[in-house]
Each structure stands twice: as structure tokens, then as C-alpha cells.
């Protein structure tokens, strides 16, 4: 009874339900109010037929009345009719029923003209009848037993249709629903198939572009997003252990190294001040390694806002200028002061000032000192486009195809500081940035990173 399925059959059928029950009952008193009126005229006929035949012959007597009455036309079961004059008193009974007329009605019914109700199951019709200026007061009764038996048949077949179409409606309901819920059930079934091991896989998505479509697709979204923490953990934990465990035990080999015997003081501050540049570069490398963990996690978490790059340009600028006091990094503008709006951009200021930070940082590490270092601003086809260009060593095309991996370092880079780390995390930032880069460049002839907003 919990299956989704029963529970749209079952909800379909009551409302269903309901409007037959609607119908049902607008239908029987539509054909029961029918049955009353028809009832009603049957029982006017004959009081009529016998005012006539009692009120014009002046010679006529009542059982001569009754008989003819009853010859004329047939009678009705447990027919029973009272004729009374102007002063209520009764000038024709031929009524056997236990009907009682009190002088109340007879006055109710000169004032109404006409009244009509049920009594004992008797339908009773009371109403007034002129002659010659004389006001009479018919009350007609009977019982109406073929009336009452075809609305009892027909109630039945009102309850028997009732509940065929019941069960015709919750056996259409509960195939219809479980046709149109067949696709979640097959998105349940390719969803239970999706482990840690697997989270690469993807729900297949109907053709229709409708609500099971709109849900596979959040739930890929969703699968989207675990495989990418999934696989910021699984990169992280691999970073961590690959590049902290070799710093920290050679560390520890020159701790022990130091306490195998008794030292001079030289000796002391010489391991000391060693020790002292292997921690900075373990803290480096453990920030650019969180940094690295922060820009892969979630693009959604970022703080998006209007940027203007011309100055997030110079404040990196100050940045890098304090890491290497002979750098020479010159920023220019094509961009006229009429497009000064296409400066701006949306995106988080934090990350994108490490971004730039760390693309002139590269720039600067590779150049001799005083080389020039390029940063341009221009317009390509209405679209803010940077040039970032240096005049270091440069790098091959082979080596290229590896610089966004983390912990990469070319080979002409291995006597410049540095953990391979950057451009990785730069290339994840402006990625979540939807910024594309670029890199042209040679051996010697140095290397120009193009960003296109």
C-alpha cells in the first residue's frame, strides 16, 4: 500500500469518486423530482375528473360519482380524494386512507391556491378549484407504487454502475501511473548501480524534455558535483602524502642527524636556520595546496561580484612587485575611457586576484632581472581580452600539454623556486570563472598567457 503507484490509483479514484457521486445524486433527484411532477398530474386528472362530474350535474349523487369516475379512467393505488365547498365542509369523499384534513390546511391551501407534500408515503395534492364563483378545496392523495419501483431500480443500477466504475477507474489509474512513473523506476534502478567507484557514471535521461528529464538532469548535476569533491579529496590526500612526506622526513633525518652527539653552536644555528627554510616552504606549499583544494571544491560557493581588472591588475602588481624587487611590470590599456564598462567583470575578487597573482608571479620568476613583463588590456570582437608577456626562458610544445597538472614542473624550470602548483590552481579558478587561457610560447623567446573574458 506504499508503492507511489497505488497511492495515484487510489487518490485518481476518489475524486473520481466523487464527481460520480455528484452526478449520481443530480441525476437520481433530477429523475425522482420527474417521477413527483408526472405523479402529481395523474393525481390532479382524476380530483379534476370528479370535481367535473360532481359539480356540474346537480342531480348527481356520490356513488354515482365514485362509479363513474372509476369507469373513465382507472385509478391510482390507495386513491383517495376529498371535495370541500366554501365553507370547508366536505361534499365528496372517496378515501379510504387515514389521511387526516384539518380546517388549517383547507385555509392554508385557499390562500396558497395550491400545496403539495408527502404523508405516510402518500403523495398528497391540496389545491383550490373555481365553479360559478364558488371556490372549492380538492385534496387528492395515492400512493405511487410503480413510480417508487423504478426509482428503487434505478438506484441500483446507479450503484451498480457506481461501483464498476470504480473499479474500471482504479485499474486504469494504477496502469497509467505505473507506465508514466516507469521512468523513475529505471532512474532508481541506474541509481542504485552508482558507487564511490563509479561516481563517473551518468543517469540516462529521457527524449522528452519534461519533469523526469528536468529531474535526471539535477540528479547528474548533483553526481557531477560529488565526483568533483570526490576527486578534490582523492587529489588532495595524494598531494599531501606525495609531496609532504619527503620535506618531513628529511627533516627529521637532520633533527636526528643533530642529536646523535654534542654539537658547536655553529652547527646549531646552521641546522636551525635550515630547518627554518624547510618549514616556509612546507607552509608555502600547505597554502598553495589549500588554495588548490578551495578553487576545485565549488564554483557555487564563490563570492560573485562586479570586478573591475584594471585595478585588481595593480593591486596583483604591488603583490608580485614586493616578492621580487627587480621585477619591471608594465600595464597598459587599448580600452578607450567610453568602453571603460567592459573592464568590469562578474566574479570573485579574491580568487581571480590569486589568479593574476600567480600568472605574473610565473612571469617575473622566469625573466632575468629588469626584463620587461607585459600586462596589456584590449577589446576583441567587444570582449575584455588580457595579455600577460614576458621575455623569460620559455617552454616547448611537448612540456605545454602538461602545465595545468598539478606538481608539474618542466625541466628548464627545476632551478627557479616553486611547487608546480600555480597554474594548476589558476586554470581551476578561471575555469570556474568561464575565462579561457592561453599560452604561446618558445625556448628563449619567452611566454605570452592570454585571458579571454
Not at 429523475?31 to 405523479?39: E, I, K, V
Not at 393525481?43 to 373513465?72: C, F, G, H, Q, Y
Not at 451498480?160 to 496502469?175: A, Q, R
Not at 570582437?381 to 602545465?403: F, R, S
Request: charged share 20%; hydrophobic share 40%; glycine share 4%.
Amino acid at each position: 500500500m506504499n508503492s507511489l503507484k497505488v497511492r495515484f490509483a487510489l487518490l485518481f479514484t476518489v475524486i473520481v469518486a466523487s464527481i460520480l457521486i455528484l452526478f449520481i445524486l443530480v441525476i437520481y433527484t433530477v429523475r425522482r423530482q420527474f417521477y413527483y411532477n408526472d405523479f402529481a398530474l395523474h393525481i390532479k386528472d382524476r380530483a379534476n375528473l370528479a370535481a367535473n362530474l360532481l359539480i356540474m350535474p346537480e342531480d348527481l349523487d356520490v356513488p354515482t360519482l365514485t362509479r363513474l369516475s372509476s369507469n373513465l379512467i382507472q385509478r391510482l393505488p390507495q386513491q383517495g380524494i376529498r371535495i370541500y365547498n366554501e365553507n370547508n365542509f366536505p361534499i365528496y369523499i372517496d378515501d379510504s386512507s387515514s389521511i387526516r384534513v384539518y380546517t388549517d390546511l383547507i385555509t392554508t391551501v385557499r390562500k396558497k391556491n395550491a400545496l403539495s407534500y408527502m404523508e405516510n408515503g402518500r403523495h398528497v395534492e391540496a389545491y383550490t378549484f373555481t365553479h360559478n364563483s364558488r371556490q372549492y378545496v380538492i385534496v387528492a392523495s395515492a400512493v405511487d407504487k410503480e413510480g417508487n419501483k423504478q426509482l428503487q431500480q434505478f438506484r441500483s443500477l446507479l450503484f451498480m454502475t457506481f461501483l464498476f466504475s470504480l473499479g474500471v477507474t482504479f485499474i486504469t489509474s494504477f496502469i497509467f501511473s505505473q507506465k508514466a512513473l516507469s521512468p523513475l523506476s529505471d532512474l532508481s534502478r541506474q541509481a542504485e548501480g552508482i558507487t564511490l567507484s563509479n561516481l563517473g557514471a551518468r543517469l540516462k535521461a529521457g527524449r522528452k524534455k519534461d519533469e523526469i528529464y528536468q529531474l535526471t538532469e539535477s540528479f547528474n548535476k548533483m553526481l557531477e558535483r560529488l565526483q568533483l569533491s570526490s576527486d578534490v579529496q582523492k587529489t588532495f590526500l595524494s598531494n599531501v602524502s606525495h609531496e609532504l612526506r619527503t620535506p618531513l622526513t628529511v627533516m627529521l633525518s637532520n633533527i636526528d642527524v643533530a642529536l646523535m652527539k654534542e654539537r658547536n653552536e655553529h652547527y646549531y644555528k646552521e641546522s636551525l636556520s635550515s630547518l627554518k627554510g624547510d618549514v616556509k616552504k612546507l607552509s608555502t606549499l600547505t597554502d598553495k595546496l589549500i588554495e588548490l583544494a578551495q578553487t576545485s571544491y565549488d564554483a557555487s560557493k564563490a563570492n560573485f561580484e562586479p570586478v573591475r581588472m584594471d585595478e585588481l591588475l595593480w593591486e596583483a602588481k604591488t603583490e608580485v612587485v614586493t616578492r621580487y624587487p627587480e621585477s619591471n611590470i608594465i600595464i597598459q590599456s587599448s580600452i578607450s575611457p567610453e568602453n571603460d564598462e567592459k573592464l568590469i567583470v562578474k566574479g570573485d575578487k579574491r580568487l581571480l586576484t590569486i589568479a593574476i597573482i600567480n600568472l605574473l608571479d610565473n612571469a617575473c620568476k622566469f625573466s632575468q632581472s629588469y626584463s620587461p613583463v607585459t600586462c596589456k588590456t584590449l577589446l576583441e570582437n567587444d570582449k575584455l581580452v588580457i595579455h600577460i608577456k614576458d621575455q623569460g626562458i620559455g617552454i616547448n610544445q611537448e612540456e605545454q600539454t602538461n602545465l595545468m597538472q598539478p606538481f608539474y614542473r618542466a625541466p628548464s624550470a627545476k632551478n627557479h623556486p616553486g611547487f608546480g602548483l600555480g597554474l594548476s590552481i589558476t586554470n581551476t579558478i578561471l575555469k570556474n570563472h568561464h575565462i579561457s587561457l592561453s599560452i604561446s610560447s618558445a625556448v628563449s623567446c619567452g611566454t605570452t598567457v592570454t585571458l579571454q573574458f
